[in-house]
């Protein structure tokens, strides 16, 4: 790209350290928390902690090809250099397509979750107006996305913490919940032991806890706008471990603690909960603005992450139609790609009319079952791009290549869970269908 299509740096360490805290802290946690720890018990906490070890070894995968060359826009010119055209071609649009569906489910959530303060909103209203304004904010400069996420995982970031002091509090003077249980440590293990419910309910519990880490690799989009990425990315990167064991790990056993897992409703927010039995009466209120604002950070980072990569995968076009996609305006924004990536999301507003939620929930697990196909995408660059540049890696993954094949035969593991399960089968048979579609369309082009 010449100097007038090349991308602003402007997005400083605040905004990618957060933004790489925003894409692992989501509405997975604050309302799918009690679903998740039902389903292993305590044993959650282990899930969240291997799974956590996997996403950082992708992340370290993915820093090492973005530092490899300072040029690459985002991991998939990686994925294109290494795994060629064709891989890229499929991985790059299901990307894009992935974004574009869990978008979509947000903006629909956030009618939902509208709804609850003002239930005679038509539900497609909220949604659209978050819409517009994020597309609006997204046109001015890069900075302005980053501000705007800075200020939402600060505001999800705040809410854990203050969750885990009174957690902690509770414990220290052993409140007593509604129910008549004793804020204390040793509810982990009180009620059937860590293992609660048998290997079978732990292996299980992965489906639902790596969705919840489904975007945390948006760091790597964010590589051709990033003030000083020598720096910036490597330290966003490595401070991952640390905040999933204190955000995810920490909140979850907190609560756990707090009441006996298998008393907590897989149904209900467990953050209403503490904040409620901590004497906050709007608690409910207050856990709805908290995923309110998870929601619509969701649907920022979406509209950033799509018009970002709708723009490279049409860079390349041989007809100039398509190929202005990617053009930049004055302010260095691919105006035109955010624009087209937003009326794609619109459409679920209208959508809302004619098709039921269940569809919705289809879509966005065809998504997050994706994702599993753009990790190993990840990792297979990385391992290609070791094998032929053994002597020239700035930001070494730890233990590669062996914890680059952990990290696959992880993701294996993953796909033998899903085939365990009927509604998530399903979700796995159709994107295996997706991805089938995206081959024979990529056979249709020339290398």
Not at 9 to 27: E, Y
Request: hydrophobic share 55%.
């Amino acid at each position: 790209m010449n100097k007038q299509q090349q991308m602003k740096r402007s997005l400083k360490s605040r905004h990618i350290q957060l933004m790489a805290l925003g894409g692992t802290i989501g509405t997975g946690l604050f309302l799918g928390a009690g679903k998740a720890i039902r389903a292993a018990g305590p044993a959650i906490l282990l899930a969240y902690l291997i799974t956590g070890i996997v996403c950082f070894g992708i992340m370290r995968a993915l820093g090492e090809l973005l530092m490899s060359n300072l040029q690459y826009r985002s991991f998939m010119e990686a994925i294109r250099d290494y795994l060629g055209n064709r891989i890229s071609f499929i991985t790059g649009w299901a990307y894009w397509a992935c974004w574009l569906a869990l978008a979509m489910a947000e903006i629909t959530a956030i009618g939902l979750y509208i709804q609850i303060w003002l239930p005679n909103v038509p539900q497609w209203v909220p949604g659209l107006i978050t819409l517009v304004i994020f597309l609006c904010l997204n046109l001015i400069t890069v900075n302005v996305f980053g501000e705007i996420e800075f200020w939402f995982a600060m505001i999800k970031v705040v809410a854990i913490l203050i969750l885990i002091a009174v957690g902690i509090l509770m414990m220290i003077i052993q409140f007593k919940s509604q129910g008549g249980y004793v804020a204390s440590p040793r509810n982990l293990i009180a009620y059937h032991g860590f293992f609660a419910t048998g290997f079978k309910g732990f292996a299980m519990s992965f489906q639902m806890v790596v969705f919840a880490f489904v975007g945390i690799e948006m760091v790597g989009v964010t590589a051709a706008e990033a003030e000083n990425p020598q720096k910036v990315i490597p330290k966003a990167i490595n401070g991952i471990p640390i905040r999933i064991l204190l955000f995810y790990i920490g909140a979850l056993a907190v609560i756990m603690c707090i009441y006996p897992w298998n008393r907590l409703s897989p149904t209900n927010s467990p953050f209403v909960l503490v904040f409620r039995d901590a004497g906050l009466r709007s608690a409910a209120s207050i856990v709805n603005f908290i995923v309110i604002t998870a929601a619509a950070s969701a649907c920022n980072s979406s509209i950033y992450t799509t018009g970002r990569m709708l723009a490279e995968l049409t860079s390349d076009a041989r007809r100039p139609g398509i190929q202005r996609i990617s053009h930049l305006s004055k302010r260095h924004v691919p105006a035109l790609a955010v624009v087209i990536s937003s009326i794609v999301i619109g459409i679920a507003a209208f959508l809302n009319f004619v098709m039921p939620g269940a569809v919705f929930t289809l879509v966005s697990s065809i998504a997050t079952t994706s994702f599993l196909f753009i990790w190993a995408a990840i990792i297979g660059a990385h391992l290609r791009f070791i094998k032929l540049h053994p002597d020239e890696r700035p930001f070494k993954m730890p233990g590669a290549p062996f914890t680059d094949y952990l990290v696959l035969a992880f993701l294996m593991f993953v796909l033998v869970v899903l085939c365990l399960d009927k509604q998530t089968l399903v979700a796995l048979i159709l994107t295996l269908v997706w991805f089938a579609f995206l081959t024979v369309i990529s056979l249709t082009r020339r290398e």
